[in-house]
């Protein structure tokens, strides 16, 4: 059976962007490979690190927003980075194999150091985390990684780090191979970045309902509609962008419709989000009954992190044991 590893940063609620891009697979994926799914703490304290108490107790939020969308803790692997030291010894190792160049050529990276305005002062804790994701990716010696586009830069380093340690210490590590979501990139409510939890431009998987119309109210369209009748633009709006990424198949013949009458200034941005607000609904309503019972059920959730914690730190144990081997580093009398 292949592996699959792939996670999220606990900054926040996960959201629809997360679920097209990479919640879906890893659920879809649960029943035909070994599963691994990382609560990445240790990784989101990179850039929070003055709020250690948020990054923590995001671990639940993020935990149960796995739960609510159909990751089964009887196929996978649910645990907490940061209770998995040797994530970060293996982390140590890779360090020798990256200059400081090639992180700082790495596009994730550049792209997050401008948004989080770090300017010159950049933490090497946070220009170091592609090195620890790669031990994440690494250490599970996953064949699999389902994640959204932003992370392929990350794959590419991962990828990088594999064959070079395989190529100075012998062959150890699997080269793992990207997977990208349905929607590999989904753009955030303000029609201009990606939907990211550090830019608040999202729809979360446990908004309620009043938060959702809220949030369709305020969303940016066609900047240049003034009125309805004016003809609009469907491809770089996220209003039909999220029709098409969450709506059922019922509700497809409205989509096309919606989109032929918006091409042709026949119908109301109103109108439009209004329809968007019931397709995001359904969307959540079985999410939302889900969550309820695992929110009612903390120490169930409990139970499940510490079981999957386990499981995985052993897997980490045995690679980082494999690793020391191939570069003769091991000390069997200790
Ligand atoms: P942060 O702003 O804290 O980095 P984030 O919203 O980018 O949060 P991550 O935890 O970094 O979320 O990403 C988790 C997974 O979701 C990754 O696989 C990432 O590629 C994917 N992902 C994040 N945002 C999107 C998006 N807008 N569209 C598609 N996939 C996404
Ligand atoms: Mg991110």
């Known amino acids: 059976m292949k592996r699959i590893l792939t996670g999220d940063r606990t900054t926040g609620n996960l959201h629809i962007g997360h679920y097209v891009g990479t919640l879906e697979n890893r659920v879809k994926m649960q029943d035909t490979h070994q599963t691994f799914v990382m609560l990445a703490d240790v990784q989101a304290l990179t850039d929070n690190f003055q709020n250690p108490g948020r990054v923590h107790d995001a671990v639940f939020q993020v935990a149960i927003d796995n739960l609510s969308v159909g990751l089964d803790s009887d196929k996978s692997t649910l645990f907490i980075q940061s209770l998995i030291p040797e994530l970060a010894e293996l982390t140590v190792y890779f360090m020798n194999l990256v200059t400081l160049s090639r992180l700082q050529r790495n596009p994730t990276v550049k792209d997050e150091m401008q948004q989080k305005g770090f300017g010159t002062n950049i933490p090497v804790g946070f220009l170091n985390y592609p090195i620890s994701q790669a031990a994440d990716i690494l250490g599970f010696q996953a064949d699999i990684v389902p994640v959204g ?11 990088e780090i594999a064959k070079k340690f395989n190529e100075l210490y012998g062959e150890t590590f699997v080269v793992p191979e990207i997977l990208l979501g349905r929607v590999a990139k989904l753009i955030g409510t303000d029609g201009n970045n990606k939907m990211s939890k550090s830019l608040g431009n999202i729809i979360s998987l446990s908004d309620d309902s009043e938060q959702v119309r809220k949030q369709v109210k305020s969303m940016y369209t066609d900047p240049n509609r003034v009125t309805k009748d004016v003809p609009g633009n469907v491809s770089n709006n996220p209003v039909f962008i999220y029709l098409d990424a969450l709506g059922k198949p019922n509700h497809l013949q409205t989509i096309n419709e919606f989109k032929k009458r918006y091409l042709a200034g026949g119908i109301g941005d109103v109108e ?21 019972y695992y929110q009612s059920n903390p120490e169930l959730i409990n139970k499940i992190l510490k079981t999957g914690t386990e499981r995985a730190r052993q897997e980490v144990q045995n690679t980082l044991e494999k690793a020391k081997k191939s570069m003769h580093f091991s000390f069997n009398d200790f």
């Open 149 to 159: 586009k932003d992370q392929a830069p990350m794959l590419e380093q991962t990828r």
């Open 272 to 292: 439009v989000k209004d329809f968007l607000f019931e397709v995001i609904e359904d969307f959540l309503e079985p999410i939302r009954a889900k969550r309820e």
